[in-house]
């Protein structure tokens, strides 16, 4: 058996897409933390079980479900359950298994066919699930990252920082209005406060210029005011996301989870975002929206971003050699095939869902921004 912790690649998406006599997909939400292993077990459990009753009705003998029982059997007796996160997706064939454990949240199915349904971890690995989080308070300041395979961890830093407000200030407390020679009273507070926020953007500037120079990835902020306003007006470089509250007791899990949600939002506009300069190019002849076009133009080469609803489901067959649909029930997912495709060759993917794209061009199903004309 193999547990991945990581994401796969498109070679791994291409080789999932492979036909099998019977294959069966599961995608289930779990919880984090080895207090959760029999609820988690149990939901995985639950959709192996639909899937094989659902399999048996269709007269499948009895031979290939023993083989699946016995796959699910070892998938079931692993550690992978003391080591659970916010989601699995797990795909059982006659001969083969695999199971993945991620961070990020995916929505419970089951599917049986001869092919799994790759559609959700393609959504996964083509969304951007990465961001940075600075939790700031008088009392200090710790840098986290969440990525698409690993829930929020502190950031080990490079250099050496001002710990808290009274180190950045050179004083030993700001709390006490009566120490002589030194400022006090709100005023002074506020100007200490300031001082020490300008300490920690710089630092974070320093630290996270060296992961992420462009500053592609957003910014979590937990911290009250007044330092939640102080640092937002000296971080321009960054899209910074307030999360107002008291951040010294959090625990990684509390900041991953209050991350996660978010990034949807913070997706959903940079689609929207994409498919419209997407739409820039209609009268250039640089769009694609109808499926059979998108494919060929993928096929070629010519597709240098797709947008795609992951969620619709339409079967057949890609021919690799000239891009044709051959639409059939007993196919795979041609949006999922299209865009490993499109990843193969170099493309860019984005896995969405309809509602989340509110651009002219989107017709609900796929839409490709292109690098040539099609001929």
Known sequence: MVTRYQLPDTADLRRLGEPHEIAITVYAETQPGPDHRDTNLLTAK????????????????????????????????????????RSLALFLADD?????????????????????????????????????ALTLSASGWNLWQATASTR?????????????????????????????????????????LETYAKRVAEAVETE??????????????????????????L??????????????????????????????????????ALADDIGDGVA????????ADIARAAVAGAVSTLIYDFTVDILG????????????DDGYDLL?????TVLERGGNVIAARSEEVAADIWNGTAVAGLRFALT
């Open 317 to 328: 067959r890609l021919d690799d050699t000239d891009g044709r649909l051959d639409y059939r």
């Open 284 to 291: 250039r002849g640089l769009v694609a929206t109808d499926l």
């Open 152 to 192: 929020a961890e502190e950031l080990p830093l490079t250099g050496e920082y001002a710990v808290d407000v009274a180190e950045a200030t050179h004083r030993a407390t700001v709390r006490d209005r009566d120490h002589v020679g030194r400022l006090v009273g709100d005023e002074g507070k506020k100007v200490l």
């Open 235 to 272: 971080d321009h470089k960054r899209h910074v996301v307030p999360v107002p509250g008291a951040p010294d007791a959090l625990r990684p899990d509390q900041i991953d989870d209050a991350i996660r949600p978010q990034l949807a939002t913070l997706n959903a506009a940079r689609i929207t």
């Open 46 to 85: 639950s959709a192996v079980d639909a899937a094989l009753r659902a399999m048996r009705e269709r007269g499948v003998g009895g031979g290939v479900e023993q083989r699946l029982r016995d796959r699910w059997d070892q998938i079931a007796g692993s550690e992978l359950w003391l080591r659970p996160s």
């Open 96 to 132: 083969f298994h695999e199971v993945y454990v991620l961070p990020n949240a995916l929505v419970t199915q089951s599917q049986v066919g001869i092919y799994f349904d790759i559609g959700q971890l393609v959504r996964a690995v083509t969304t951007p699930q990465e961001a940075y």
């Open 336 to 340: 999922s095939r299209i865009a490993v």
């Open 208 to 233: 996270l210029g060296l992961v992420d120079p462009a500053a592609t990835q957003p910014l979590f902020l937990f911290a009250t005011d007044p330092l939640l306003n102080l640092y937002r007006g």
